[in-house]
């Protein structure tokens, strides 16, 4: 067994209502204002999608000096309710808030007994940050060299990127002193003037200490170059999210919720000049449209706009009008399952606050009152590492690889799983009305009770070989797609849920945590792979790290729909960026990466249009 560095690994590492209401900026310089043709409006640049890579995006553009006109199209509202950013609620928001969440399921997955998966994406200013989990991973050095090495383009190597990414954040690295001894960040290693504040809890709940004390006991290390903590993105009793971006914006940066597009227009010289939103508001571009939709919705757009594979458009009548075999293809995404260990009442705070109202009801009112107390530390540690294992290397679906691929999963740091302990989910819903989130609790038939206490634990399949794909339902831009992931089809993938799922179990048997264990709940503590096996594929989920559906490519590559400029192939004056784009799936938390998309194509758009001296690239 062989552990990596998270120091590598993981970089662990104002008033909006004013903006979000109207239809058009009035008293703007005339040089920066957008320009209306009649009852079309016209700007510089179109944006659509207000996610982590279109907001950071629209946001470098509209800041730059020669202040262009920039118009943000979201499909859903402004998503300012505070409520929304408690940091105790980061793991059930997605679930009690329907209008932030598209709420796609994905097709039944057949090699999965038929489920259909969970496969929730944010709606919204913010995006996928206003719903997912909070936890900020930058992913291993050697993923982004690779990163750079397939697309032919140095601006995607590490040494480019660590520098990319201190721009976007504001890394707070305060931990309590008590556990510096666990986890200790450098401040050196990061910026303190990025517009995302990333921040650990203060405190610690009751609980988290030990997994740092299981995975000494095990081997699998501590002392912060193994099991390590990455920061939450939340500062000061708030939780942080794209929209953080589009604080303060200038004049000549254009918000319109509650606009979901239709299509691209198109001309006969496959020529970009704007897009036709759902209830028919035509919007013109001089210079560039850019799909920010993410990696579900952008290849739908382009698909209903006649870019696409073209026999998934004469399936639903839509006119050809690019042809692109690979829209809508290659999805990856990161797969895991888990377990639950039930421990002697009171090893962890979480229950016996869960079980008493008064409680809840206290930590509400003083968090709303200033932001302190309980609803900052409860539910806001979670801690994970990134792990090698011999058993995959020498088994036969790693032998079956191919050469190139698994040179590179033997890098030094590029891991084969990660597991994550959580302080578990949504616990007080379940018990109040027996329903299962996603992730799901991992209990199985076991019924938790009031003076359980509890510990869970994830296994992560890293550098995914299963592909999915994006079609459509129909012509009709209000439908879903039809998602298709096929998670852990790939022998390699099973392989490694196999594997990452016994050194999990592991973990959750070190001596620290088996003194106040009752049971382990969920799936099985040992078993042959076929039993391990079969619980991970009645039990797998999605991490909702879905991406490269519009894939980048070096030139000359014909299956790659963009280039390192994020422009489409055979299209001009259309970019995508988001995480459609990636060539592959670092191993992280992938909303790092859906911000430095973001972030690289502002600052190749900025350089490449003039609009700022002394731009970065």
């Not at 979201?74 to 300012?80: H, L, Q, S, T, V």
């Not at 929304?84 to 997955?109: C, E, I, M």
């Amino acid at each position: 067994m062989r552990y990596l560095n998270p120091e590598v690994i993981m970089l662990f590492s104002l008033n909006l209502e004013h903006y979000f209401n109207f239809d058009y900026v009035t008293n703007i310089p005339a040089q920066i204002a957008p320009k209306k043709m009649s009852s079309i409006e016209e700007y510089d640049f179109i944006i659509v999608g207000a996610g982590p890579s279109g907001a950071v995006l629209a946001s470098g553009l509209a800041r730059s000096s020669r202040h262009p006109s920039v118009l943000l199209l979201e499909a859903g509202g402004d998503n300012k309710d505070g409520q929304h950013l408690v940091p105790a609620d980061r793991f059930t928001v997605a679930f009690s808030q329907p209008s932030l969440n598209w709420g796609y399921k994905t097709a039944p997955q057949k090699h999965l007994k038929g489920q259909q998966l969970d496969y929730s994406r944010g709606k919204g200013l913010g995006g996928s940050t206003a719903i997912n989990f909070s936890c900020w991973i930058v992913g291993a050095d050697e993923d982004y060299d690779e990163w750079a090495r397939k697309v032919g383009d140095e601006d995607w190597a590490w040494k480019s990127v660590k520098e990319r990414m201190k721009r976007i954040e504001t890394y707070h690295v305060g931990v309590p002193e008590e556990h510096r001894k666990f986890i200790d960040p450098k401040q050196e290693d990061h910026e303190t003037s990025g517009p995302l504040h990333l921040s650990y809890a203060d405190p610690w709940e009751k609980g988290v200490a030990e997994v740092f004390i299981a995975a000494e006991e095990t081997g699998m290390g501590v002392n912060k170059d193994r099991m390590g903590l990455g920061p939450t993105c939340m500062y000061k009793g708030t939780r942080t999210t794209a929209s953080d971006f589009l604080e303060d914006r200038p004049l000549n940066l254009t918000i319109k919720t509650n606009s979901p597009v239709a299509k691209v227009l198109l001309s006969s010289s496959k020529i970009v000049t704007g897009v036709k939103t759902i209830d028919g508001h035509t919007y013109r571009a001089k210079k560039d449209v850019i799909l920010s939709a993410g990696a579900l919705n952008t290849p739908q757009i382009l698909m209903l706009s006649g870019i696409g594979p073209a026999d998934e458009l004469a399936k639903h009548n839509i006119p050809l009008l690019h042809e692109m075999d690979d829209v809508g293809k290659n999805m990856q995404d990161h797969a895991f399952c888990g377990a639950t260990i039930i421990t002697k009442p009171g090893t962890e705070g979480r229950m016996a606050y869960e079980n008493d109202p008064e409680a809840v009801k206290a930590a509400r009112a003083q968090h709303n009152k200033d932001k302190t107390g309980l609803l900052n530390s409860l539910y806001c540690s979670a801690p994970m590492g990134f792990f090698k294992n011999d058993a995959v290397v020498k088994s036969k679906e790693f032998a079956a690889l191919d050469t190139e691929l698994q040179e590179h999963l033997r890098k030094p740091t590029i891991p084969h799983f990660e597991i994550a302990t959580t302080l578990q989910y949504g616990v007080q819903e379940v018990i109040l009305t027996g329903e299962k989130h996603t992730p799901p609790l991992h209990i199985g038939s076991y019924q938790l009770q009031p003076t359980d206490s509890y510990l869970g634990a994830l296994s992560f399949v890293m550098n995914p070989q299963s592909t999915g794909t994006v079609t459509l339902n129909s012509a009709d831009p209000s439908d879903a797609p039809i998602i298709d992931p096929r998670l852990a089809s790939h022998p390699y993938d099973r392989r490694v849920l196999i594997e990452g799922y016994r050194e999990m179990v592991r973990l959750l048997k070190a001596p620290v945590l088996a003194k106040d264990t009752v049971r382990m709940v969920g799936g099985p503590e040992a078993g042959t792979d076929e039993e391990i096996w079969e619980y991970c594929s009645t039990t797998i989920g999605s991490s909702w790290h879905m991406c490269s559906t519009v894939r980048m490519g070096k030139k000359g590559d014909e299956r790659a729909c963009v280039d390192t400029d994020f422009k489409l192939s055979g299209v001009k004056n259309l970019r995508v960026v988001d995480l459609s784009v990636i060539p592959l799936l670092p191993n992280n938390h992938a909303q790092s990466t859906a911000y430095l998309v973001g972030q690289t194509a502002a600052e190749k758009m900025v350089a490449e249009y003039g609009l700022e001296h002394g731009s970065k690239l």
